[in-house]
């Protein structure tokens, strides 16, 4: 299953494609991804929309409280 996140920021267009298994659906988990070379921890939530469904999750996601920018 392909996540596809997109404009998410207003000036940065942000596509991020991460794969993840069916088990992993409904649980929460941290990210890290590069934004204008600098290291965002994205705390994730995904929620299972249908069984057998061939569509982008909806996705919230929150920017860490203990993100580090460098």
Known sequence: MHLLLKNFWNRNS???????????????YFMKFRLKNMKIDILMFIKKLKVKLIKPLIIHIYLSKNSKWK
């Open 14 to 28: 942000v596509v991020l494609y991460k794969e993840f298994k069916e088990e992993t659906r409904g649980k929460w």
